[in-house]
């Protein structure tokens, strides 16, 4: 790469031609949520060469008892204009890493443990690549005392034209190419007013920063046109939820490291292990794939979500989906990850996927046979005696599961493992003593 | 590009510092007659600019700013060095030079006033504009065009979209872009290629991209329908 002080340079140039009147630096918290203060560009360049300093514990999951204020690191490869600004101001966001004064890395921060995971794979000579699918749903509002009410009542494909949600999805498409995310895919999706975004790979941190991005451009171009969009993972009971399948190769020596073209199936050991990896460890990262309590009402039968640790070649039943590929494009060799939802935190996600799969390949685990059948049509029994076990059915099971890895420990460390864990236990606390709908429609009149 | 003509031979420090800064060479001479005989040995189309200093012999700084003036093609921009007692030797002679500096000398000073010369004379254009069918490229200001419209590149798009198009129509592989652009085998090897250029074309826009057009099993290279080299 070329020097960081051509790259702070370029930066800093950009900013005074193009009369760039604010920077946003943008960092998530350990939950996936978008944060970001603003600076002028009379404080850029210091911001670039010694990061901004802030207190650390107004953020979640940041704080520590003795040591709240934290850096603000801008990566000054991810500089971008937003075309989104409305006053006519010009302004800027840069993606942070978040480290401590001394210059060290901040265990709290999601984008450094990832950066840590693709690190450790790199050092065995892989790159790791990520496209994501991300379904969301649009809505009128998202005033929980309001009813729900759906922008559009179209399915798979719909081809409409002049509605208002296919004209927002295509301005966010539209958006996101501009801010160089190129998008491969763009549809509406099974469920009503429920709309799907599927971005081109790239290596998985820019990834992880071009999904914070997408949920906001969605967003945002939503809000502005008095509509409303959520990444909620399953907001209508009944329907299709909203998921982040995710496309996922490794690439070793400037080759798709998954493909073996002597092997009868095209799949080659590193293949094979990867999957092995993330079904041996998939239970215990669900937890990070699928936080919240709502993410489990996604993860039932019947909806095309994955409830059953499983893989499959083309089976879109199973949790690990080998896509069948066109002939001749043996470098689209890829595995599909389907349990992960779009309200995840990407940087913890990514890291665990890759944590999972490159445990397989270090460890050497054996493959289990594939799961060719449609396992939402087959008895639960049947499952089971085929080895295949489910996958956490809610937060609470998860986060039992993953508070027993090791390998989630150590992929996000101390700190981020016990707070997050701390955070979903509360969360869980909470949701057990509330009385739902559910249980006052059924059994209020009866008992 | 053409070289500063500096008056006299010892010119100061300050100065030829100053002029390196707006990105020209200079020459020192000792007379203007020197000036004269060495201009077109020395440079391509003549003096870029004068800085003349007259703190020593202001009459002798004087009659080398009017041969350097006086003449078919005028030197021009000319910044005439002298102390502030000497300013009332000025009066009817500003037809010499364009604008004067006291001592003591500031670089910064120098540099500034030397460049809104330029800059009014048109020729702040030290700016090299690279021009590929409907893409612009500023190398000095790092901005890119496509039909007018400025392009919001990172700088590795846009280090990558320069140098495509410097070498219009020249196919290159992954791996000799990943080693002229990235620098080095960088973190995501010949596929951040490939990823940038999609990158690239997604900002060009539909109507563009194919101004990277893909060269199957072998790379990529940078042309426009209708474009012939020059």
Not at chain 1, 101 to 129: I, K, N, W, Y
Not at chain 1, 223 to 237: C, D, E, L, T, Y
Not at chain 1, 419 to 430: D, L
């Amino acid at each position: 790469m070329k020097s960081m002080q051509s790259e702070t340079d370029y930066v800093l140039k950009t900013v005074e031609e193009r009369g760039i009147q604010f920077i946003q630096l943008w960092f998530t918290d350990v939950l996936g949520t978008s944060k970001a203060f603003n600076i002028t560009p009379a404080e850029l360049e210091n911001a670039l060469e010694e990061g901004m300093t802030f207190d650390g514990s107004a953020v979640d999951g940041f704080s520590r008892i003795h040591e709240a204020d934290v850096l603000a690191r801008p990566d000054a490869s991810t500089f971008q204009l937003l075309p989104l600004h409305e006053d006519g101001q010009s302004v800027a966001r840069v993606f942070c890493d978040i480290v401590n004064l001394d210059g060290t890395e901040f265990e709290g921060c999601p984008r450094v443990a990832l950066r840590r995971v693709l690190r450790s794979a790199h050092d065995l000579g892989f790159t790791f690549f990520a496209a994501p699918e991300l379904e969301y749903f649009y809505f009128e509002n998202l005033d929980p005392a309001l009813p729900l009410r759906l922008l559009d009542t179209g399915s798979y494909f719909d081809l409409a034209i002049g509605d208002l949600p296919t004209e927002l999805r295509r301005r966010s498409v539209l958006t996101l190419e501009e801010m160089g995310i190129p998008v491969e895919h763009a549809q509406h999706e099974d469920a009503p007013s429920q709309h799907e975004i599927d971005l081109r790979y790239t290596d998985a941190l820019t990834m992880a920063d071009s999904v914070m991005t997408t949920r906001l451009v969605v967003k945002e171009i939503a809000r502005r046109a008095g509509a409303s969009a959520s990444f909620m993972p399953k907001p209508i009971a009944g329907v299709q939820g909203s998921g982040m399948h995710t496309h996922l190769s490794l690439w070793r020596d400037g080759k798709n490291a998954f493909v073996d073209e002597s092997a009868p199936d095209g799949l080659s050991s590193v293949a094979k292990s990867f999957i092995a990896g993330l079904l041996t460890h998939a239970a215990e990262i669900t937890a990070v794939t699928n936080q919240w309590i709502n993410s489990y009402k996604r993860l039932v039968p019947g909806h095309e979500a994955p409830v059953n640790i499983s893989w499959g070649r083309n089976n879109s039943s199973a949790l690990v989906r080998v896509p069948l590929i066109k002939q001749g494009k043996i470098d689209s060799t890829r595995l599909e990850y389907r349990s992960p939802d779009p309200a995840a935190n990407p940087y913890l996600a990514f890291a665990v996927i890759l944590a999972a799969g490159m445990a397989g390949i270090e460890r050497g685990y054996e493959l289990p046979a594939e799961a060719n059948v449609d396992l939402y049509s087959l008895p639960e029994a049947d499952i089971r005696a085929m080895g295949i076990t489910p996958l956490p059915s809610n937060l609470n099971d998860a986060v039992d599961a993953m508070e027993a890895s090791d390998l989630v420990r150590t992929t996000l460390g101390e700190h981020l493992f016990e707070w997050f864990i701390r955070n979903k236990r509360a969360e869980w606390s909470a949701y057990k003593a509330e009385v739902t709908a559910f249980e006052l429609e059924r059994y209020l009149p009866r008992l | 590009m053409d070289p500063f003509v500096c008056f006299p031979s010892a010119t100061p420090a300050e100065i030829l510092l100053a002029i390196t800064e707006t990105g020209h060479p200079y020459a020192c001479v000792a007379s203007a007659a020197e000036a004269e005989a060495t201009e077109m040995e020395r440079s391509e189309f003549g003096w870029s600019g004068a800085v003349v200093v007259g703190t020593e012999n202001l009459t002798e700084a004087l009659a080398v700013c009017r041969s350097l003036r006086k003449r078919e093609s005028p030197v021009s921009p000319l910044l005439l060095v002298l102390n502030a007692e000497q300013l009332d030797q000025l009066s009817l002679r500003e037809d010499l030079f364009d604008d004067f500096v006291l001592t003591p000398l500031r670089v910064p000073e120098l540099t500034t006033r030397i460049t809104t010369l330029l800059v009014r004379q048109g020729r702040g254009s030290d700016e090299e504009v690279l021009e590929c069918g409907p893409l612009q490229i500023n190398l000095t200001t790092y901005q890119a065009a496509v039909s007018g419209k400025v392009l919001d590149l990172t700088y590795m798009e846009y280090e990558l979209l320069r140098f495509l198009a410097s070498h219009p129509t020249k196919v290159f592989t992954r791996e000799t872009l990943l080693s002229r652009v990235w620098g080095y085998e960088y973190y995501g090897g010949a596929r951040t290629v490939d990823v940038h250029i999609r990158r690239l074309r997604a900002k060009l826009g539909e109507s563009h991209a194919q101004l990277i057009q893909t060269v199957r099993s072998v790379g990529y290279r940078f042309g426009t329908q209708g474009w012939t080299p020059k």
